[in-house]
């Protein structure tokens, strides 16, 4: 209750049936389709393959970067959008898991409201056990005891929680167990085989809510296991692991999941624990629910860089020739930056990843044509840099200013080739 109260766990009965038979549907069609893919991340400047199958889906245009590598959503179907998708099976399959979404996004709330009024009321109840047991406290110590204790619970507005909760995307993972040759197992508490280790969820919003639905195809022996009296957890059931980060005397917690389970990691849980996933024996699917940290990973904000970028070129009304409105030291630092980023966070990753997305949609393709026209003219903007400071007529000081950063930006994006092409 003290270490782990932001951990919420909803038992299957509980969500409608209507919605557990959509969503357990579209988890075995996009296997059926082979969406589900492992994916090559890179920790301390080495590439592993991740045990577990995953596949993003959210909101159009929106990305999610962890271990290196980022993801492409594949758009769920959005109003005003035009999203073409390889088959009628593979749109029905995201359209549940939007319905997926805005059911755990209410859920989240109503958890988040009610946690408030919990604390709020336990906070006030302390006073009140406080007030009676040192009468003698004197009344300026009492109103600056209120005052502190009035700023910790102030409950959440509306907009704060939906904020908190408003999941723009979902991780999909996929993983049998019996597949794996070798799984690690879990060092601190002997929980077992773990599919995923201890970690943090990466790039949310700050004290965003996760919401985690469970879809584990058990079968009959794993059922009989249940029944069994077993000493610690049952290695046949999926289990979500927590303990509380950097610490390993406080006891960690295990949490079997079964089929439909839904769990929901509260406001800075994340921040503070760390969770792993522990491995059963049948076959699991998960639908992870986040709000991602989308300031610099949404199209809409990558095409606005190029954009500001673009704005220093310019083409003579004449001759079409192409020439740069600033050679300030500044000016040249910001665009050189962009091309870095387009190139590197973008493209690169894009096309890395194959043609993985083309199973689902193509809707990425045209935004990456887009993208790869304006890296385009940004190669063409680094050239004329460098011609330009070639010339003698520029002022020595302004020059060498220029050159020094542009210097800078050059040499990090032949590394990162370099990098890119080794993978």
């Known amino acids: 209750k003290t270490k782990y109260s932001k951990l919420i766990f909803r038992k299957s009965d509980t969500v409608p049936e209507e919605l557990h038979q959509m969503v357990q549907e579209s988890f075995l069609t996009l296997r059926e389709y082979n969406c589900f893919f492992q994916d090559l991340v890179r920790i301390k400047g080495k590439d592993f393959l991740t045990p577990v199958s995953r596949i993003l889906i959210g909101n159009p245009g929106c990305t999610y970067k962890y271990l290196n590598t980022r993801l492409f ?7 005003g959008y035009d999203i073409k998708y390889c088959s009628p099976q593979i749109h029905d399959a995201c359209k549940a898991l939007m319905r997926l979404n805005e059911y755990l996004h209410i859920e989240a709330v109503k958890a988040l409201q009610g946690q408030n009024l919990f604390e709020t009321k336990e906070i006030k109840d302390t006073t009140v056990i406080d007030r009676e047991q040192s009468f003698a406290t004197s009344l300026t110590e009492q109103g600056s005891v209120s005052k502190d ?51 943090h969820d990466e790039n949310l919003v700050e004290r965003s809510a ?14 009989e296991s249940n029944e069994q009296e077993l000493k610690g957890r049952d290695p046949a059931v999926w289990h979500v692991g927590l303990k509380v980060a950097w610490d390993i005397e406080t006891p960690g917690l295990a949490v079997p999941l079964h089929q439909g389970d839904i769990y929901l990691m509260l406001d800075d849980l994340n921040m503070t624990h760390q969770h792993c996933v522990l491995a059963g024996l049948s076959p699991r699917f998960s639908s992870t629910h986040r709000v991602a940290e989308s300031s610099r990973g949404t199209l809409e904000y990558i095409l606005g860089q190029c954009e500001l970028a673009l ?56 935004p990456m044509a887009k993208l790869e026209e304006f890296w385009r003219k940004m190669e063409i903007m680094t050239s004329l840099v460098l011609s330009e400071v070639r010339k003698d ?12 950063c542009f210097l800078l930006l050059l040499k990090e994006r032949q590394k990162l080739r370099k990098e890119w092409t080794a993978r």
């Open 73 to 79: 959503t594949v758009p769920w179907p959005t109003e």
């Open 149 to 199: 204790q009035s700023t910790i619970c102030v409950p959440d507005d509306d907009r704060s929680l939906k904020n908190r909760t408003s999941y723009n995307l979902t991780l999909l993972n996929y993983m049998d167990p019996l597949q794996m040759l070798y799984l690690k197992q879990e060092p601190y508490f002997g929980m077992g085989s773990m599919a995923v280790s201890w970690h």
């Open 210 to 223: 996760v919401a985690v639905y469970n879809y584990s195809c058990e079968d009959s022996a794993i059922q």
């Open 311 to 366: 704005q220093n070129l310019q083409t003579d009304s004449d001759s079409m020739a192409l020439s740069l409105k600033s050679l300030e030291a500044a000016v040249v630092k910001q665009v050189e930056e962009i091309h870095n980023e387009v190139e590197f966070e973008w493209l690169r990753q894009f096309w890395f990843q194959g043609k993985r997305y083309l199973k689902c949609t193509d809707w990425w393709l045209k």
């Open 393 to 404: 007529q520029q002022i020595e000081e302004q020059r060498n200013e220029t050159i020094s």
